[in-house]
């Protein structure tokens, strides 16, 4: 029984049923263990997702952060590529979290935020850190900014598969430079301009 073992087989019934339809019993059906050797590795459920997330970054910051670091690489397309990574990571997330429409209720949505509030925290940081090598300050209320921003990215990426069609990828990548640009700048370089 390895960590592997229990994330691999946690994902694979995430992304076949949904992380709300999925048991640890489950989990431990796929994995060939007893339920109770999954609880010697993780405590819960959502810290087995939290770790396919976590590895998820990891990947994300191995694979853009020498395009992040770039200095001829302009500030805008920066924050553009950066919240491009957010919202695939937010239909990934939702796929792993609900699969489809049908299993998404109210509480889920609620309970969802305060599971990944860390994350909002990390990306506004990591926001934080493109902001400074670009020469900009980094305050306390950049920082709020900051998180404004994740935010509201968030909320915009909710409203639309809500009030559109859940699976409206294209439309979204499509429309998100003119969120950016509109959100970023009004919301964190406000002060810059």
Sequence with gaps: MSQEDIKSAALKLFSQYSYVKTTVADIA????????????????????????????????????????SDDSISLDSKVVTFSRIIIEQLFKMRDLMFGSFENVEGREIQDIYNKFQN?????SDYLLKIIA????STTKDRKANANEYILSLLGRFIIYILGHDWNSRQDIYQLLPTWVSSMFHSLVLEDFE
């Excluded at 007893?34 to 910051?61: A, C, N, P």
């Excluded at 090598?133 to 900009?136: A, C, K, S, V």
């Design 29 to 68: 059906s796929v994995a060939g263990i007893g339920k109770g050797s999954i609880y010697l590795v993780y405590k819960t459920k959502d810290d087995i997702l939290f770790s396919l997330i976590d590895d998820s970054i990891q990947e994300i910051k191995g694979q853009y952060e020498p395009w992040f």
């Design 119 to 123: 994350y909002i925290d990390l990306a």
């Design 133 to 136: 090598d670009h020469g900009l």
